[in-house]
């Protein structure tokens, strides 16, 4: 069977399901209903069952390595090719823990001109940045001039 399209491939436009069936009663539902957008519309059918089998898995790599006899690498891999595919970028959700002082003191120093903009987008990401201040930085080591 054939995966449902949800844009129409002339214009581009979101399609409506105007027909419904069920092969096994032969009942046919005729009306508009609109097709349900996910994300995982995105996914080829290998990527699908991969989802499904991390699921049933708990997100554990080693149970999937005994379940789809992949190694450790490959499923590493297929993992990073489906979060590609959901428009992410791996590694680019990770969370920044940085105290109320220490968001406070790099902006004060982009206010004060002792870095620039760009710098103080970096320290506030997480990053360390060196190089660019007198004052300490949030990773807790002083930066030379």
């Not at 105007?18 to 046919?28: E, P």
């Not at 097709?35 to 149970?63: I, S, W, Y």
């Not at 590493?76 to 992410?88: D, F, K, N, P």
Request: glycine share 8%.
């Amino acid at each position: 069977m054939n995966k449902t399209l949800n844009k129409c491939p002339v214009c581009g436009a979101d399609l409506v399901v105007t027909r419904l069936y069920c092969m096994d009663c032969n009942t046919t539902i005729e009306g508009h209903f609109t097709a349900e957008h996910t994300p995982f519309g995105k996914l080829t059918p290998e990527q699908m069952d991969f989802v499904l089998t991390f699921v049933k898995c708990e997100g554990r790599l080693n149970r999937m390595e005994e379940e789809m006899k992949l190694s450790y690498p490959t499923l590493r891999s297929r993992l990073t090719e489906i979060v590609r595919a959901l428009g992410y970028e791996p590694g680019k959700e990770e969370v920044v823990s940085l105290s109320a002082e220490e968001r406070r003191q790099i902006l004060e120093d982009l206010d004060q001109g002792i870095i620039t903009w760009e710098i103080a987008q970096a320290r506030l990401r997480g990053e360390k940045v060196e190089g660019t201040s007198s004052k300490s930085t949030p990773g807790g080591g002083n930066d030379q001039q």
